[in-house]
């Protein structure tokens, strides 16, 4: 599946035999997220979501960014309504990558700032180039970081956060990764073996426990602690349900008697 024309943003998309999703976000060198850029990216994965043959989704943007954050003409010459519409439709693309029911993965190369950090620090696991650069730079262009920058306490701590938005520095991918803003991080030439590494690590669980434990997981976040167990709790009898227990622990127990 692919939506593009010659001159509007592109999302590539190929779903392999294991039912691997790989997604490429495109727009030019900068990898700019315009309005019709998110309005493209957020139509597709919806059209994803829906799909039971896949286990895993793998986000790419370019080698240059993996997303660049807004276009700054844009920004410069907006009025109200073109800032609200634009603002929604990043907050509906990142919602929706948040809503996808089976593990993400985002592999970033490049440049990673605004709202393209966002949209990659929304995903599950996120792998990055040596040589990528994080940062939310809205303080020096006059606006607040927003949306979903609101996760960020929840993922690096609350001085950290203040750091990264009250500054508008861009730090590099080892200290992204020291902060616990991304996964984890390797050599340029390294980076799609350590995706394959992820990728056979995501695709060994049970597709149905994967996609309960991320949906426990999002729960989660919306409760206090109690409800969350008992929720959770729900969840393991519920999976009874199915054969996935009895057949995957079958396995494990013959792996680890041929061991």
């Not at 024309?5 to 790989?22: I, K, L, Q």
Request: charged share 25%; hydrophobic share 45%; net charge negative.
């Amino acid at each position: 599946m692919e939506i593009s024309t010659e001159s509007r943003p592109r999302c590539h998309v190929d779903v392999d035999a294991e039912g691997v999703a790989s997604v490429q976000f495109d727009n030019g060198r900068l990898n700019l997220l315009t309005a019709e850029a998110a309005a493209i990216y957020t139509e597709t994965l919806h059209e994803l979501q829906w799909r039971d043959d896949i286990r895993l989704l793998i986000l790419r943007g370019r080698p240059t960014a993996f997303v660049g954050g807004a276009d700054i003409k844009f920004l410069k010459d907006a009025k109200h309504r073109d800032i609200d519409a634009y603002i929604k439709g990043v907050f509906a693309l990142c919602e929706q990558l948040r809503a996808l029911p089976f593990p993400t993965m985002s592999v970033v190369s490049g440049y990673c700032l605004g709202a393209g950090m966002e949209v990659a620090t929304v995903c599950d696991i996120k792998i990055a180039a040596k040589d990528a650069r994080f940062g939310m730079p809205e303080v020096k262009l006059g606006v607040p970081s927003v949306i979903h920058g609101a996760l960020l306490p929840g993922l690096i701590g609350w001085g950290r956060t203040r750091d990264l938005l009250l500054s508008g520095r861009m730090i590099d991918a080892e200290k992204a990764c020291d902060w616990g803003l991304i996964t984890a991080t390797v050599p340029a030439e390294s980076l799609e073996d350590e995706v394959g590494t992820w990728r056979h690590e995501l695709l060994s669980g049970a597709p149905q426990a994967l996609r309960n434990q991320k949906a426990l997981i999002r729960s989660w976040e919306r409760m206090p602690t109690q409800d969350a167990i008992a929720v959770g709790v729900e969840a393991l009898v519920r999976a009874y349900d199915t054969s996935e227990p009895k057949d995957y622990i079958e396995a494990f127990l013959r792996a680890r008697k041929r061991a």
